[in-house]
């Protein structure tokens, strides 16, 4: 019994350093707010876009991250105008150029279905992956840009982060049933 309790102690001190600390992930909610209130006052006007939402999706959502932080996904949601879903290379390029302009001297590259911008903190750097949504009340999932550079164009594609999360926590459960 004693070396049950030792085992699980051990475990529990090796998850607790695996986690970032409180002082990182406070950092990078700071940082995830800096990059909500930029954006939100971002120039989308050459497709009349509008922020309307940020949701935090992957780890840093799930509360899965690992120390050291250096990664957070998001989805910069946009109201959709009359019902009809701009250009999606379009899209992922002004959001591209948005970034540029709203974080100058920091690194920011178009990627297929984002727009990855490192920002510093502390010691290290923090990365944010930011991809451009619109989210579809009648089915409940978002559509986001899908970009490809061999042949320059790009479509939308279906992404649900909340469904994501659920089939993470059904495949936790078979695998590893609770006691």
């Keep these: ?19 970032p600390s409180p ?36 780890s840093y959502m799930r509360n899965t991250s690992i120390s050291p932080l250096n990664d957070v996904d998001m989805f910069l949601v946009f109201k959709s ?42 010691e290290q750097k923090l990365s944010f992956d930011v991809v451009p949504a619109f989210f579809e009340s009648s089915s409940g999932v978002y559509k986001i840009p899908n970009y490809s550079r061999d042949t320059e164009s790009a479509s939308w594609i279906t992404s649900s982060p909340s469904d994501a999360v659920a089939n993470l926590q059904s495949a936790r459960e078979v695998r590893f049933p609770l006691e």
């Design 1 to 19: 019994m004693a070396a049950t309790q030792n085992a699980r102690e051990l475990l529990n001190r090796v998850i607790a350093r695996l986690h």
């Design 81 to 122: 105008k009359g019902g009809q879903l701009p250009d999606a290379k379009k899209v992922l390029l002004l959001l591209h150029k948005v970034v540029q302009q709203k974080f100058q001297g920091c690194s920011c590259r178009l990627q297929r279905r984002s727009v990855n911008l490192v920002l510093p903190l502390d």
């Design 23 to 58: 002082g990182e992930e406070a950092a990078a909610d700071t940082l995830f707010a800096t990059v909500k209130e930029r954006l939100r006052l971002g120039d989308f006007g050459d497709l009349q876009l509008e922020p309307s939402n940020f949701v935090a999706t992957g």
